[in-house]
Nanobody, 111 residues
Framework: VQLVQSGAELRNPGASVKVSCKAS????????IHWVRQRPGQGLEWMGRIDPEDGDTKYGQSFRDRVTFTADTSTDTAYLDLNSLSSEDSAVYYC?????WGQGTQVTVSS
């Protein structure tokens, strides 16, 4: 089982970022994909989840207006889109499916 995420991103404030999470070794449509982030010196923060089978999403209240999750069942890949970035969004972003975690994607927001 593997979740492989896209590479590190550097963005200016106000921009958007898209992070991918490619799954293998399990049935993609049978597992919720959760997104979690960790800011420097902080704990894990749940951002929400998507059901790849039907695209149903649930977003954490802190992100509801700025985040979109999608899933491509033809490539077993989940995506996180986060817009209106600020320095507070600089963090490592992780995808998760059950006991399996992606390796994390560093997103840095800086002018």
């Amino acid at each position: 089982v593997q979740l492989v995420q896209s590479g590190a991103e550097l963005r200016n404030p106000g921009a958007s970022v898209k992070v991918s999470c490619k799954a293998s070794g399990f049935t993609f449509i049978k597992s919720y994909i959760h997104w979690v982030r960790q800011r420097p010196g902080q704990g894990l923060e749940w951002m929400g989840r998507i059901d790849p089978e039907d695209g149903d999403t649930k977003y954490g209240q802190s992100f509801r207006d700025r985040v979109t999750f999608t899933a491509d069942t033809s490539t077993d890949t989940a995506y996180l889109d986060l817009n209106s970035l600020s320095s507070e969004d600089s963090a490592v972003y992780y995808c998760n499916a059950g006991a399996n975690w992606g390796q994390g994607t560093q997103v840095t927001v800086s002018s």
